[in-house]
């Protein structure tokens, strides 16, 4: 029953380097999104994807590329790591079928950018 | 302008008292949803309470009930009866009209003594 999974659970980098931040799901829903968390801001979205091959930007997608060629993969990919780009990063998944359903988080991923 | 907007960034609470945790939020959709979100020290994500914009009636959920103000727009997450495991940070958020995607406050931290 493993719902959301994100890899790895903690990273460090340092600046200029690149990553992938893995994210799968087996509970076949068709949304999956992208959000930092910093403190005192909230959670805020990167990117998101309404399905396989659909992919759109969120609030705040600047230095982050996201590709869905799966439903169960949604990875999110730092070309060039920053220090501003230090942060938690959880992805959710929900069901587009009915209005109530929540989103579904994973257990985060705590990126530091040295 | 925020879209939501959770005033108070620390609240205290003894165990066994009922809390109010505030939430306004600012939309022009005439549907929408309302959800808020728990977040422990261990750092997931747990989904609490969903109130949709066109349901008559407060949702509860156990001891969370959500004191849904539409004309004020306002989503107060009230906790009766709190307990020591209550203490985490909370999120409101909101999803507007069709879409998948949620916006979220800031949180508030929520702190439980004995």
């Known amino acids: 029953n493993a719902g959301v999974t994100q890899t790895p659970k903690f990273q460090v980098l340092k600046t200029g380097q690149s990553m992938t931040l893995q994210c799968a799901q087996d509970m076949n829903h068709e949304y999956m999104s992208w959000y930092r968390q910093d403190p005192g801001m909230g959670l805020r979205l990167i990117h998101y994807s309404v399905g396989a091959g659909i992919t759109d930007q969120g609030e705040v997608p600047n230095g982050y590329n996201v590709s869905r060629s799966t439903t169960e993969d949604f990875p999110l990919r730092l070309l060039s790591a920053a220090p501003s780009q230090t942060s938690v990063y959880f992805c959710?998944?929900?069901?587009?079928?009915?209005?109530?359903?929540?989103?579904?988080f994973g257990d985060g991923t705590r990126l530091s950018i040295l | 302008a925020q879209k939501i907007t959770q005033t108070q960034p620390g609240m205290f609470v003894q165990e066994k008292e009922a809390v109010t945790l505030d939430c306004t939020y600012d939309t022009s959709d005439q549907s929408y949803g309302l959800f808020w979100y728990k977040q422990p020290s261990s750092g997931e994500m747990i989904f609490l309470i969903y109130q949709g914009s066109y349901d008559e009636q407060n949702a509860t959920e156990g001891r969370y009930s959500l004191n849904f103000q539409k004309a004020r727009k306002s989503a107060n997450l009230v906790i009766s009866a709190s307990q020591l495991g209550d203490s985490a940070m909370y999120f409101c958020?909101?999803?507007?009209?069709?879409?998948?995607?949620?916006?979220f406050g800031k949180g508030t931290m929520l702190l439980v003594s004995p």
């Open positions: 959710a998944t929900r069901s587009v079928g009915q209005s109530n359903q929540p989103q579904h």
């Open positions: 958020a909101m999803r507007e009209g069709g879409y998948s995607t949620l916006t």
